[in-house]
């Protein structure tokens, strides 16, 4: 644990918890061929292509619609503090990220994505920076090189462990982080101090 995050946990406890003990992970909406629309009359579904690489953050462009009549559940449209996440894709770089929704939004997510819904004892935008963090990174490192599949499954998300120190600290780590990535995806060197103080603010050592 870093000098910096000690400093700021003052000798408060940091349980770790699996993510879902402390989360709901939701999968996305399946559809066929025939239930895309192609006058943009229906459903909107974001996919995977609609989160950026850089900024992990929502892009509109290339929004697919699915006609009215296709199946779909209220759980799978997007809330306010959801965390939308890349569940599978082609290329390995673009699974496992993620984008966080301010606000309610008429938007489905599609089958090869998830959504994180986080219960009250976490933050959502906490949950959200320890997604983008080295933690979960190396936790989908291992469990995809262990499989010829680009794919996370529901299992995998509930199995994640992830720190979990009190609620005031969260916050205070959720400011910091929050600060630094303003404009980050316009300023390359936010964008790194970003990183680097992420990886100091989320380094909580050891599980227990």
Not at 24 to 49: C, F, H, I, M
Not at 75 to 101: N, T
Not at 104 to 132: A, N, Q, S
Not at 172 to 181: A, M
Request: a neutral charge; one cysteine or more; glycine letters at 6%.
């Amino acid at each position: 644990m870093t000098e910096f995050l000690q400093k700021l946990l003052n000798g408060q406890k940091v349980e770790w918890k699996k993510l879902g003990e402390v989360c709901e992970y939701v999968k996305g909406l399946t559809y066929s061929r025939a239930d895309e629309s192609a006058n943009q009359d229906g459903y909107k579904v974001l996919r995977a292509n609609n989160i950026t690489l850089s900024g992990n953050i929502i892009n509109f462009n290339d929004i697919k619609y699915v006609n009215f009549n296709t199946k779909v559940k209220d759980s799978q449209k997007l809330y306010k503090d959801d965390i939308l996440i890349s569940a599978a894709s082609g290329s390995r770089e673009h699974v496992g990220k993620v984008a966080f929704i301010y606000d309610d939004i008429d938007y489905y997510f599609g089958g090869f994505m998830g959504v994180v819904r986080c219960h009250k004892e976490i933050m959502p935008r906490f949950v959200f920076h320890v997604l983008t963090g080295s933690i979960f990174q190396e936790y989908l490192n291992e469990m995809l090189n262990s499989s010829t599949i680009n794919n996370i499954n529901s299992s995998m998300m509930h199995d994640f462990q992830l720190p979990l120190p009190p609620l005031h600290i969260q916050k205070e780590i959720v400011e910091i982080l929050d600060t630094l990535t303003t404009h980050t995806a316009e300023l390359t060197a936010r964008k790194k101090q970003y990183e680097y103080y992420r990886e100091k603010l989320l380094t909580f050592g050891a599980k227990s």
